[in-house]
T-cell receptor, first 109, second 113 residues
Framework: GIQVEQSPPDLILQEGANSTLRCNFS?????LQWFHQNPWGQLINLFY???GTKQNGRLSATTVATERYSLLYISSSQTTDSGVYFC???????????FGKGTKLTVNP | DAGVTQSPTHLIKTRGQQVTLRCSPK?????VSWYQQALGQGPQFIFQ???????QRGNFPDRFSGHQFPNYSSELNVNALLLGDSALYLC????????????FGSGTRLTVV
């Protein structure tokens, strides 16, 4: 099955810093989502981005489907950005999302 | 507009017992998927329901079963609970996953003792 690798596994930042999270996947996809899992466990949908670039406030994401990777950019990080960020992909003909192992982000004040 | 709601939020069960978890999809969504997330891991797909039928199943034993009702809500049932079934169980719903992806609930944290 498709493999999803996220890097780095852990990231510690000072408030105000910028960061880039990466997601590599091993096969073509028709669904790619970035999620932020908060301390209570809820997966909050950040972007649905199987290709192209999107921006939402301080967050933006780019997926280069032909090269099988996606990037999540966080600018001017805040302590509330802390948590685990997951990349999840889906393929044609399959209904499931396959998740990476996540990047644990800690933003210190 | 309510998102995906799950109940209960927490549950403690004894080995060998049976458990039922519930999910109400986001308004307008007709497809429900269930995921299991062990501590420190990414969620793993259990199965998906559409039009009251199981459409796809992940690599989980038959002890895991589900149901979807005419109002699109869903239940996840786990029989003969094992200690290893302790996890966060997440429900996701969608209307058009090709163009919009999935929306997740807050999950049910199940502890088996």
């Amino acid at each position: 099955g498709i493999q999803v690798e996220q890097s780095p596994p852990d990231l510690i930042l000072q408030e105000g810093a910028n960061s880039t999270l990466r997601c590599n996947f091993s096969d073509s996809v028709n669904n790619l989502q970035w999620f932020h899992q908060n301390p209570w466990g809820q997966l909050i949908n950040l972007f649905y981005i199987p290709s192209g670039t999107k921006q939402n406030g301080r967050l933006s994401a780019t997926t280069v489907a032909t090269e099988r990777y996606s990037l999540l950019y966080i600018s001017s990080s805040q302590t509330t950005d802390s948590g685990v960020y997951f990349c999840a992909v889906g393929q044609g003909g399959s209904e499931k999302l396959v998740f990476g192992k996540g990047t644990k982000l800690t933003v210190n004040p | 507009d309510a998102g995906v709601t799950q109940s209960p939020t927490h549950l403690i069960k004894t080995r060998g017992q049976q458990v039922t978890l519930r999910c109400s999809p986001k308004s307008g969504h007709d497809t429900v998927s269930w995921y299991q997330q062990a501590l420190g891991q990414g969620p793993q797909f259990i199965f998906q329901y559409y039009e009251e039928e199981e459409r796809q199943r992940g690599n989980f034993p038959d002890r895991f079963s589900g149901h979807q009702f005419p109002n699109y809500s869903s239940e996840l049932n786990v029989n003969a609970l094992l200690l290893g079934d302790s996890a966060l169980y997440l429900c996701a719903s969608s209307y058009d996953r090709i163009n919009y992806g999935y929306t997740f609930g807050s999950g049910t944290r199940l502890t088996v003792v």
